[in-house]
């Protein structure tokens, strides 16, 4: 409840293009873990491209983070880049958060989603779960999502909904999750058509992340070029969210996937890196337009997917 009291007042830094705020982010993400199975064509970490190192978030850290923050924020994610069923304390790092008045969610390629790890995740209190499966035909899918097999990763999809249906549960909330790309445009409907089904809450029909134009082979792969208005705007997502990730790097978005602009470590408090130099100084950069040294902003288009309102935050993704 006291985040949606606050938003009036998160918009208002906003408009007045503040630096220093006063409020709490809106959302947190938590990078679980860097590592991940699968070596995806549409990902940076997929194509070998993210060199900082592989690790996994302490569950010390985590709990730290959350015994500042959950109570502040609307909806923590714990996943950012990796696939977050590889980290070994998962379920345990949900079911801390959930100590917390807070929305829960993860991220999965489904890969992992072995009937042990469906009732943990259904055990642990998740309140959102986002399930990608890029295609509907197995040539599709295994040439995107390399070294998945596309029939168990639906089967793997197909149970834990049977399951949570056979519980009665209504939580966590399902979204079936399909990235919209060239490689998949002509599936899209049946992936509309085939999970309609009960269990699923959502069919998320995924707008095509570019990560800022930074790898042309990624930004080839786009189905559509985005509208983006004459005149640049700086990227709410500095006020609003807040991204740590393994180590404990806050850095702007998931755009700075190698974290090469760090804005400082969470481990002497979050809102102490989030209200810090480096961070102010990327706000200012923001609104006076000056990004051609921030390689995640100066090129990103993802910016004009966000219309902040008083009382919403981001408003206008190109999805669904």
């Not at 630096?19 to 995806?40: G, H, I, K």
């Not at 959950?70 to 379920?91: R, S």
């Not at 090469?260 to 470590?265: A, D, E, M, R, T």
Request: proline residues 4%; aromatic residues 10%.
């Amino acid at each position: 409840m006291l985040h949606k009291l606050s938003m009036p007042f998160k918009y208002l830094n906003y408009r007045r293009g503040r630096t220093r705020l006063n409020t709490y982010p809106d959302r947190l993400y938590v990078e679980s873990t860097n590592a991940c199975n699968l070596a995806c064509v549409m990902c940076p970490n997929g194509l070998g491209l993210m060199r900082r190192a592989r690790g996994f978030m302490d569950f010390e850290l985590f709990k730290s983070i959350m015994d500042e923050m959950a109570a502040h924020v609307e909806a923590t994610t714990v996943h950012i880049w990796g696939e977050a069923l590889l980290h070994p304390k998962i379920t345990e790092m949900i079911a801390y958060a959930k100590r917390y008045p807070l929305d829960v969610e993860v991220s999965t390629n489904a890969t992992l989603l072995n009937a042990d790890m469906a009732d943990r995740l259904l055990r642990s209190g998740l309140d959102v779960i986002y399930l990608c499966l890029d295609g509907m035909k197995q040539g599709t899918y295994e040439a995107i999502r390399k070294r998945a097999d596309f029939e168990q990763t639906r089967r793997n999809i197909e149970e834990f909904v049977k399951l949570k249906v056979a519980r009665g549960q209504q939580r966590p909330f399902v979204n079936v999750q399909i990235i919209e790309m060239k490689a998949t445009a002509t599936e899209i409907a049946e992936f509309r058509r085939h999970w309609t089904t009960p269990g699923v809450d959502a069919i998320n029909v995924k707008a095509f992340d570019s990560w800022a134009s930074q790898v042309d082979s990624i930004t080839g792969l786009r189905l559509w070029e985005p509208k983006v208005p004459r005149q640049r705007y700086a990227c709410p997502n500095l006020w609003y969210h807040v991204h740590i990730y393994w180590d404990g790097t806050l850095v702007c978005c998931d755009r700075d996937f190698d974290a090469k602009y760090p804005l400082g470590n969470v481990a002497d408090g979050v809102m102490a890196a989030w209200n810090g130099e480096a961070m102010a100084e990327l706000r200012r950069k923001h609104i006076t337009n000056q990004l051609d040294d921030v390689p995640s902003c100066s090129k990103c288009v993802e910016w004009a997917w966000w219309h902040p309102t008083w009382f919403k935050s981001r408003g206008n993704a190109p999805e669904n």
